[in-house]
């Protein structure tokens, strides 16, 4: 037979020790389903901050509380599921045995009203931050979590194909959310300049080709995008029925590209075959490569962007043979 440790009847009786004041039974109670600080404990128990600091100082020296500095201040949380089993016991016995207490519920209507003053700091924060919260959250925390959290609801089984993707920043930025990227550009020196962003990325596959001929097989992948391509072809319905050809019946297609411009300099400059699309000739390329639920919006230009307007196009390939007339 196995002796016990001589230390564990000590641990016992701490632990008991622990749980034999009724305001630390309080303080656990509270701290269960949130992290308090000193001022909000005071506040609800009722009690000085010496009071609160002594006891709180037991329970976490046993272990039955953990704190983490949030500025000035120090945040307390339970930390009972990371205890021993017979520490953990004893707790949920106490806890069990004080759910009728009125105190507690005393305490919990205290509990809320803090939590509720919590609330209206933050309302109060948004009311007077509201217009210029954009701006404001740009220069905290940037611009790019916006699009990683909408990147983050594509299924991560998808394989998706970068169209035109020139330098790969688009390729780059799914490779982590997505199963397989095809880049695919026409231009060398384009994917030297994206083969050395998406460097280490096991996931993406870098092809030249032409967008009219997409070295890519047929109904091989979920999704395609096209940003700021199709107006450098001559031939948008040839490259639009490509797209089709290499998606699986249901699978998405999106198009970002230029509004209708007078803005010829422009044109020249930038080596673009047209003037930018209607809605009306996006809806017919669409419906002419085999898509169906179209749908295609201006988008908002950017404050400080110096080009044409732009808009945002999606099509879903129907399962139907893509070109095929409809009706």
Request: with cysteine.
């Amino acid at each position: 037979m196995v002796a016990k440790s001589s230390t564990q009847p000590d641990a016992l009786l701490a632990w008991m020790d622990g749980l034999s004041d009724p305001t630390r039974l309080r303080i656990l109670r509270l701290l269960e389903p949130q992290e308090l600080g000193v001022v909000e404990l005071c506040d609800v128990l009722q009690l000085p901050q010496s009071t609160v600091s002594r006891h709180l100082k037991v329970l976490t020296d046993q272990g039955f509380t953990r704190h983490r500095r949030f500025g000035t201040n120090h945040l307390y949380r339970t930390s009972v599921d990371e205890l021993l089993p017979v520490a953990r016991k004893l707790w949920l016995l106490a806890k069990e045995q004080t759910d009728d207490w009125s105190t507690v519920a005393q305490d919990s209507l205290r509990l809320q009203r803090r939590l509720k003053d919590r609330q209206a700091d933050s309302r109060a924060f948004f009311a007077g931050a509201a217009t210029e919260w954009d701006a404001l959250r740009a220069e905290l925390y940037g611009t790019r979590f916006n699009v990683d959290a909408m990147l983050a609801l594509l299924p991560d089984t998808y394989v998706v194909a970068d169209l035109g993707c020139g330098t790969g920043e688009m390729t780059a930025r799914l490779s982590p959310y997505v199963k397989h990227v095809f880049g695919v550009d026409n231009s060398p020196a384009m994917l030297k300049a994206a083969k050395k962003r998406v460097e280490g990325l096991t996931n993406v596959d870098l092809r030249r080709g032409e967008l009219e001929l997409l070295p890519i097989d047929d109904a091989s992948v979920d999704a395609a995008v096209m940003t700021l391509a199709l107006s450098y072809v001559p031939a948008p319905v040839v490259v639009m029925k490509e797209m089709s050809r290499t998606l699986k019946p249901g699978g998405r297609a999106v198009l970002v590209d230029l509004l209708p411009h007078d803005r010829d300099d422009f044109r020249r400059q930038f080596g673009q075959q047209c003037h930018g699309f209607a809605p009306a000739e996006v809806g017919l390329l669409f419906d002419h490569a085999g898509f169906g639920h179209v749908t295609c919006s201006p988008l908002a230009p950017e404050a400080d962007a110096k080009g044409p307007a732009l808009f945002l196009a999606t099509g879903t390939k129907e399962h139907r043979r893509a070109g095929a007339p409809n009706g």
